[in-house]
């Protein structure tokens, strides 16, 4: 379509001045952007103080945000809030090449073989809080999976300095840091108020243990497999290496993933299995067949979970973590019939998408049936969006399912649980920039007797196809590929990826008796960028 038969987009009236829309979306933004998309549908204008913001939901609106590139959509001028936090030059302050290369180095230790060593530490972590619980009591369940969360990431992400020599400091940094994500920080993040300088302050002190643990790594000849090694190691396109300044704020900027929205998520999970005790019961049926009382949990066998992580989709389905995300238009942007000039930001809301009946049927309904291979509601990548869409879906997705599989294998084989309050007192809270269940979020819990011995599931596979067939097609769409290098693991033969990330498909048609391992390749690439299509399936 010409641009110039197309439109502008439908405008929300009502905008206050100087503030806009703010009164009605600080309140509850879910609840704004629903009734927005209700009025004016799935490209939708409002104001946020003097800034021109455009909501886009639903499937088609979506996949042109997330497939945009950045000299079109930058991410960079929508998240200045996250500046005096990660650093000037870092990730979202750096030019769009530079941010892509830092990103592109937190990858090497989020792939396959690192993720391997991370199961034990993370198990560890779990059977080490729950030492403190006793026979039976009650607990305030966010605050546990908080405490819990910050422990596995900074164990597994920063390395075991992080975690014991410096925990009751870097716990405090931390906090310091959170909490200097505030709102106002959109429009002023460097105001002159308490929180903002306690944040300033912590970020200084946290490069400074940072440069020192660099030092004390050098002079010992200490290496590890953990993202703060990966960043020392690490070079730029140019040869050069990443400094202390840029190292803090890429580990800040790890941690934030790793920890800041699995608590929440974690939480919901124990939450909505207590509002639905029949899932609860076939998680635990699977958990106690796979595990029994004490079989290892292992990288391998987190991958044999298949109800539980169903009932993870779902909750992520309806409770993602994050409420908004957001774009500067750089460049004439067209959405459908719809012209957004440069200059306005858009932005996505994956909880209003999630709701979309088109996409998912009585969506307000929580069913963990929606993810089994006959419905399979999250295959189409710009409708399930809870870890984003596009060439930015988090790159931690992989690492915060593997968490969670892991903290749940373990919690659920040790204590029953029960809500301390009535089930729908459990709520998000939209009031916070990560949405998370409101607090106070009390649980019961008590400990389980278990004696029988572990008893392991058999890893099932697809039956063996048609020999009529004479092979199948893989494709991948490399826009979505971010280089976990999982696809390489499983099927050698058939993918390649070198040191920097970059795939190679070796065989894009191959014998059947390579299928097997092409589909587990699929299967497990995080971002569901690999496609396979049997002979007689292509047209």
């Known amino acids: 379509m010409a641009q110039n038969a197309l439109k502008p987009p439908p405008r929300l009236g009502g905008a206050l001045p100087l503030i806009g829309h703010i009164h009605q979306f600080g309140k509850n933004p879910h609840a704004f952007m629903m009734d ?6 799935d490209v939708a204008e409002f104001k946020m103080f003097h800034q021109d913001m455009v909501l886009l939901t639903g499937r088609d609106a979506s996949e042109a945000f997330y497939r945009a ?18 650093g000037k030059g870092v990730v979202f302050d750096a030019p769009i090449a530079r941010k892509n290369q830092q990103l592109q180095m937190l990858m090497p230790a989020l792939r396959d073989k690192p993720m391997r060593t991370y199961s034990d530490v993370i198990v560890d972590e779990v059977e080490g809080l729950l030492k403190t619980w006793g026979e039976a009591g009650q607990t305030d369940l966010l605050e546990f999976t908080k405490e819990l969360t910050i422990y596995t990431s900074s164990h597994c992400l920063l390395g075991s300095e992080f975690r014991h020599e410096l925990n009751a400091e870097f716990a405090e940094i931390y906090h310091d840091l959170e909490h200097g994500i505030q709102p106002i920080a959109y429009v002023f993040p460097n105001l002159p108020m308490p929180v903002f300088r306690r944040r300033d302050k912590a970020r200084a002190r946290l490069q400074k ?41 890429m580990l800040v900027a790890a941690i934030f993933a790793g920890h800041h929205t699995s608590s929440g998520t974690t939480a919901w999970i124990l939450i909505e299995l207590l509002r639905h005790p029949e899932e609860m019961k076939k998680v635990v049926a699977e958990i106690d067949a796979l595990f029994g009382p004490d079989g290892p949990v292992t990288f391998e066998s987190l991958r044999q979970v298949p109800r539980l992580e169903n009932v993870i989709k779902e909750v992520l389905r309806l409770h993602p ?109 939209y009031t916070k920039m990560v949405v998370e269940p409101g607090s106070p ?26 020999t009529k067939r004479q092979g199948f097609r893989i494709a991948v769409d490399m826009d979505l590929c971010k280089g976990h290098g999982n696809c390489m693991a499983e099927a050698p033969e058939v993918f390649h990826m070198d040191d920097s990330g970059k795939l190679t498909v070796l065989q894009t048609h191959c014998e059947l008796e390579l299928l097997e391992k092409a589909r587990a390749a699929a299967k497990y690439c995080p971002t569901q960028a690999i496609h396979i299509a049997l002979d007689d399936e292509v047209p």
């Not at 590890?224 to 190292?247: C, K, M």
């Not at 932005?347 to 996409?359: G, N, Q, W, Y």
């Not at 870890?387 to 903290?407: P, T, V």
């Open 36 to 41: 927005l998309r209700a009025k004016l549908g």
């Open 69 to 86: 590139p950045d000299e079109v959509l930058d991410q960079g001028p929508a998240y200045k809030i996250m500046t005096p936090i990660f």
């Open 209 to 249: 243990l940072v440069t020192d643990i660099m030092e004390k790594r050098a002079r010992k000849g200490i290496e590890s497999t953990n993202v703060f090694q990966t960043l020392i190691d690490a070079r730029y396109e140019d040869g050069t290496p990443l400094s202390p300044h840029e190292i803090t704020g």
């Open 321 to 429: 973590p994050l409420i908004i995300l957001m774009r500067k238009v750089m460049k004439d942007f067209q959405v459908k019939d719809y012209l957004i000039p440069a200059g306005k930001f858009v932005c996505a809301a994956p909880s209003v998408t999630h709701r979309i009946a088109e996409l998912f049927p009585n969506p307000e309904v929580f069913d963990p049936d929606r993810y089994l291979p006959d419905r399979a509601e999250d295959k189409d990548l710009f409708a399930w969006q809870a870890f984003g869409g596009g060439r930015h879906k988090c790159s931690g997705n992989a690492f915060a399912l593997f968490q969670i599989k892991a903290i749940f294998c373990v919690l659920l084989r040790r204590y029953e649980f029960e809500l301390a309050n009535p089930p729908e007192a459990y709520r998000d809270d």
């Open 441 to 466: 979020c009390p649980i019961r819990y008590r400990r389980r007797e278990m004696t029988r011995s572990a008893t392991r599931t058999p890893n099932l596979t697809a039956a063996a196809e048609s």
